[in-house]
């Protein structure tokens, strides 16, 4: 049997972590100095610097009951590309579906960078723009 690579096991462990609501298990393998860089033209947007800012992003997210099925991942041992399906849950209001890529770097065995690329942005921002209005 084959050991995953090191990079894979903290992706999955993070994507537990997301799918429980757990942050303090993300606090866990998270770089105290990381950047999580959210493109777009929404309330969400920007360069999350450092755990807090990261964690606050992601409590944000629990709002809107986002969940992240992965679908496939690559990796070397400096970075993590994984493409997901996102979706929202929400009893009231219009729900969205739409896959995103993400781009993890890793600096002393944490996550440290993450870059997102979403499938549709015109439609994460009209969405956030909605919903956080």
């Known amino acids: 049997m084959s050991?995953?690579?090191p990079n894979l096991v903290l992706i999955q462990s993070f994507f537990t972590a997301?799918?429980?609501n757990d942050l303090e298990a993300?606090?866990?393998i998270l770089s105290p100095d990381i950047q999580w860089v959210i493109p777009g033209r929404n309330p969400t947007s920007?360069?999350?610097t450092g755990i807090d800012e990261v964690l606050a992003y992601f409590k944000q997210l629990q709002a809107f009951s986002f969940k992240a099925?992965?679908?496939v991942m690559g990796?070397?041992?400096d970075y993590v590309?994984?493409?997901h399906?996102?979706?929202s849950n929400l009893a009231d209001g219009e729900n969205i579906e739409r896959m995103s890529c993400l781009l993890w770097q890793f600096k002393d065995g944490m996550i440290s960078k993450v870059y997102n690329f979403p499938e549709d942005q015109y439609l994460i921002d009209a969405f956030f723009n909605r919903e956080l209005a």
Do not use: A, F, S
Request: charged content about 25%; proline content about 4%.
């Open 85 to 87: 399906l996102n979706w």
């Open 69 to 71: 099925r992965p679908m």
């Open 26 to 28: 993300m606090r866990q």
């Open 81 to 83: 590309i994984d493409c």
């Open 18 to 20: 997301y799918t429980g």
């Open 46 to 48: 920007g360069v999350k």
């Open 75 to 77: 990796v070397n041992d």
């Open 3 to 5: 050991e995953q690579h």
